[in-house]
C-alpha cells in the first residue's frame, strides 16, 4: 500500500483501538507471501487454508491432518530434511486455518500426549541410582581404567537423562523456530495457549507455556533485537500496523500519524529477522523543555519544540503487539536501548521520564469506595446492636478527610445524589456521562482526595509483592521513580473512564536505574518524590 492508499484507509476506517496490553507483552509490516501470518487479534476461524476449501475437506479431517503433520514433523529423523520442512509447512498453514475450538483440542493434544515421557525419565533415574560411585569422585585422586568406564556409564545416563526430562514438544518447537515464519507461528500458538489458560486452568497446558514463555525467551533475546527508527519514509504497511496497533493513545487520522512521527517526536520499534518486517514493540518519544503534565499538549502540540531546544525525552506511549509475548519483558530493554541511543544522538538530552497511565486506579477505586459505602450502611443500620456488644468494624477505614467530605458534599448540589460524601464521590466517578469534569466546584472539591488516594493507591497497593497498577509495576521494574501525579492529564473518556484523568510521571534516573530497579524487585521498594511521598506520609 502506498502513502495515498494509507491515506485512504484513515479516512475509510481507522481500526478500532485495541484494549490495552500489559508493557512487557500487552501485536505487529508485510510478511513475504511464504511466510505471510496472521494478526493474533484477526478471526482465522472462517479461512479454512485454501487447499482444503478447494477439495471440500471437511473442519475435522482437518484437524486430524495437522495432528498428523504436527506428529511427523517430531518423528522424522533430522537428516531428512525435506520431509521435515514439507511437514513443518502443512502444519504452519493448517494450524492457521483450524477454528479456535480446534485449536483448542491440537493444543491439548500437544500438552498431554507429547509432555516428559516419565516411564522412560524413571527407568533412567533407577539405572542411575544403581550406578556405584568410583573412589575418585570422592577422595579427589586420579581414576585407573576401571574407574574410567564407572565414569563413562555416569555421564552416558546423565545425558540420556538430561534428554528424557525433555518433553516431547521441545523438538518440534525447535524445529518450528528454524523454519521461515516458524517463530511467529509459535507466537501465535501461545497467544491461543494463553486465551485457552484464562479459562482453563490443567497443570500439562500451564507446564506447555511455562517451557514454550522460557524458549521464546531465548530466541527473542536482546541481541537478536534489532531498533529499528520508525519515520514516516517507511513502508506504508509499517505505517498502517503502527495506526493499528498502537493502544495506549489510538491514532485519530494521517495528520496525527504524520505529527508522530515528524519534528520533535520519535519512534522507534523491536524487530526479529524471522518475523519479517513486523515491530513486536514500539515506543513514541516526544523531544520537550519539560516533563509534560498533560498528554493533549503532547498529542497537539503545535508547533513541537524545537529539537536543539529540548531537554527533556518523554516516552508517552509504548506498545506491545503480540499477546502470544505477554510476560516476556521486551519494553525494558527497548527503553533501556532507546535512552542510549538519545544520549549519544542529542546529549542536550538530559531528563528521561514518561507520561504515563494509571489503567487500575478507578476499578480499586471504585471497589475501595463502594466496600466502604456498604459498610457504613450496614454500621448505621445496627449501630445500636454494635454499641452494645462493644464492637465496630475491622474493615472501616476513612477514605475521605472530614475537610473533603465537607466539600464534596457543599459541591454536589444539582450534580449527584448521595448522604454522605463517600457515596456521592462513588456515584460522581461510576457515572458514565462524566458530567464532574464540568463543574469547577466539583474538580476542586475532587482534586485533593483523588491525589490522595491514587498516591496511595500507586505507592502502597500490592498484589504478591508487586505493584497492583501493572504500568506502574512495568516501570518500577525497569527502575524508574515516580516523579508526580497529573491533574486532568488525560481527559478522553479512556483516561476519565480508567483513572479520573490522572497521568503519572515516571523518571528514569540514570545514575539510578540498576539500584532502584533492584531495590524494588528484592524489597519491593518504591522510590518517589519528597512530594508523592508526603501525600501517603500524612495519612499513615
Given at each position: 500500500m502506498n502513502k495515498k492508499g494509507l491515506a485512504l484507509f484513515l479516512r475509510a476506517r481507522v481500526r478500532p483501538p485495541h484494549p490495552p496490553l500489559p508493557p512487557n507483552q500487552g501485536r505487529y509490516p508485510d510478511s513475504p507471501p511464504s511466510q505471510s501470518l496472521p494478526l493474533p487479534n484477526s478471526n482465522m476461524d472462517?479461512?479454512?487454508?485454501?487447499?482444503?476449501?478447494?477439495?471440500?475437506?471437511?473442519?475435522?479431517?482437518?484437524?486430524?491432518?495437522?495432528?498428523?503433520?504436527?506428529?511427523?514433523?517430531?518423528?522424522?529423523?533430522?537428516?531428512?530434511?525435506?520431509?521435515?520442512?514439507?511437514?513443518?509447512?502443512?502444519?504452519?498453514?493448517?494450524?492457521?486455518?483450524?477454528?479456535?475450538?480446534?485449536?483448542?483440542?491440537?493444543?491439548?493434544?500437544?500438552?498431554?500426549?507429547?509432555?516428559?515421557?516419565?516411564?522412560?525419565?524413571?527407568?533412567?533415574?533407577?539405572?542411575?541410582?544403581?550406578?556405584?560411585?568410583?573412589?575418585?569422585?570422592?577422595?579427589?585422586?586420579?581414576?585407573?581404567?576401571?574407574?574410567?568406564?564407572?565414569?563413562?556409564?555416569?555421564?552416558?545416563?546423565?545425558?540420556?537423562?538430561?534428554?528424557?526430562?525433555?518433553?516431547?514438544?521441545?523438538?518440534?518447537?525447535?524445529?518450528?523456530?528454524?523454519y521461515p515464519g516458524g517463530l511467529k507461528l509459535l507466537v501465535v500458538l501461545r497467544a491461543d495457549l494463553l486465551a485457552i489458560l484464562a479459562k482453563e486452568n490443567i497443570p500439562s497446558l500451564r507446564a506447555l507455556d511455562s517451557f514454550l514463555k522460557e524458549k521464546l525467551i531465548t530466541w527473542l533475546s536482546p541481541a537478536s533485537l534489532g531498533l529499528h527508527h520508525i519515520t514516516w519514509d517507511d513502508s506504508a504497511s509499517l505505517l498502517e500496523k503502527?495506526?493499528?496497533?498502537?493502544?495506549?493513545?489510538?491514532?485519530?487520522?494521517?495528520?496525527?500519524?504524520?505529527?508522530?512521527?515528524?519534528?520533535?517526536?520519535?519512534?522507534?520499534?523491536?524487530?526479529?529477522p524471522a518475523i519479517y518486517g513486523e515491530p513486536l514493540i514500539f515506543i513514541e518519544v516526544a523531544l520537550l523543555k519539560d516533563v509534560a503534565v498533560s498528554i493533549q499538549d503532547v498529542l497537539w502540540d503545535e508547533p513541537p519544540t524545537p529539537e536543539c531546544e529540548a531537554s527533556c525525552a518523554l516516552f508517552y506511549s509504548i506498545t506491545s503487539t503480540q499477546p502470544g509475548l505477554?510476560?516476556?519483558?521486551?519494553?525494558?530493554?527497548?527503553?533501556?536501548?532507546?535512552?542510549?541511543?538519545?544520549?549519544?544522538?542529542?546529549?542536550?538530552?538530559?531528563?528521561?521520564?514518561?507520561?504515563?497511565?494509571?489503567?487500575?486506579?478507578?476499578?480499586?477505586?471504585?471497589s475501595k469506595l463502594a466496600s466502604q459505602f456498604k459498610i457504613g450502611k450496614t454500621e448505621t443500620e445496627d449501630a445500636s446492636t454494635l454499641s452494645h456488644m462493644g464492637f465496630g468494624s475491622v474493615f472501616r477505614e476513612n477514605i475521605l478527610l472530614p475537610e473533603e467530605e465537607k466539600m464534596i458534599v457543599d459541591s454536589s448540589v444539582g450534580y449527584a445524589v448521595g448522604n454522605s460524601g463517600l457515596e456521592i464521590m462513588k456515584n460522581l466517578l461510576a457515572s458514565t456521562n462524566n458530567e464532574w469534569i464540568k463543574s469547577d466546584c466539583l474538580l476542586k472539591a475532587l482534586k485533593p482526595p483523588l491525589l490522595r488516594l491514587c498516591a496511595r493507591y500507586l505507592l502502597k497497593e500490592r498484589k504478591r509483592g508487586k505493584a497492583l497498577d501493572p504500568v506502574a509495576n512495568f516501570h518500577l521494574q525497569n527502575g524508574a521513580m515516580i516523579e508526580r501525579?497529573?491533574?486532568?492529564?488525560?481527559?478522553?473518556?479512556?483516561?476519565?473512564?480508567?483513572?479520573?484523568?490522572?497521568?503519572?510521571?515516571?523518571?528514569?534516573?540514570?545514575?539510578?536505574?540498576?539500584?532502584?530497579?533492584?531495590?524494588?524487585?528484592?524489597?519491593?521498594?518504591?522510590?518517589?518524590?519528597?512530594?508523592?511521598?508526603?501525600?501517603?506520609?500524612?495519612?499513615?
Open positions: 472462517p479461512s479454512l487454508s485454501n487447499h482444503h476449501r478447494a477439495n471440500n475437506i471437511s473442519p475435522s479431517l482437518m484437524l486430524k491432518d495437522v495432528k498428523d503433520w504436527m506428529h511427523a514433523s517430531m518423528s522424522i529423523p533430522a537428516h531428512k530434511i525435506e520431509p521435515v520442512d514439507t511437514n513443518l509447512e502443512n502444519f504452519l498453514q493448517g494450524y492457521l486455518g483450524l477454528a479456535q475450538e480446534d485449536r483448542r483440542e491440537l493444543i491439548l493434544v500437544l500438552a498431554k500426549d507429547y509432555d516428559v515421557n516419565r516411564t522412560r525419565v524413571r527407568d533412567l533415574m533407577q539405572q542411575y541410582l544403581s550406578l556405584e560411585p568410583p573412589h575418585a569422585l570422592n577422595d579427589g585422586h586420579s581414576s585407573g581404567p576401571e574407574e574410567e568406564g564407572i565414569l563413562s556409564a555416569f555421564y552416558r545416563t546423565e545425558r540420556n537423562l538430561r534428554d528424557a526430562i525433555k518433553p516431547m514438544y521441545a523438538l518440534f518447537f525447535e524445529r518450528l523456530n528454524a503502527i495506526v493499528a496497533y498502537e493502544a495506549v493513545h489510538p491514532i485519530k487520522n494521517l495528520l496525527d500519524l504524520k505529527r508522530r512521527l515528524g519534528v520533535g517526536r520519535r519512534c522507534f520499534g523491536y524487530m526479529h505477554a510476560g516476556i519483558n521486551l519494553g525494558k530493554f527497548l527503553i533501556k536501548r532507546v535512552i542510549e541511543l538519545i544520549r549519544r544522538e542529542m546529549p542536550h538530552i538530559t531528563t528521561f521520564a514518561t507520561l504515563s497511565p494509571i489503567p487500575g486506579f478507578m476499578q480499586w477505586l471504585l501525579i497529573n491533574w486532568m492529564a488525560d481527559q478522553s473518556e479512556k483516561g476519565l473512564q480508567q483513572s479520573a484523568g490522572l497521568m503519572v510521571n515516571y523518571v528514569y534516573r540514570l545514575d539510578h536505574i540498576e539500584e532502584y530497579a533492584e531495590l524494588f524487585i528484592n524489597e519491593g521498594r518504591i522510590h518517589a518524590s519528597p512530594a508523592l511521598q508526603q501525600y501517603v506520609n500524612d495519612n499513615l
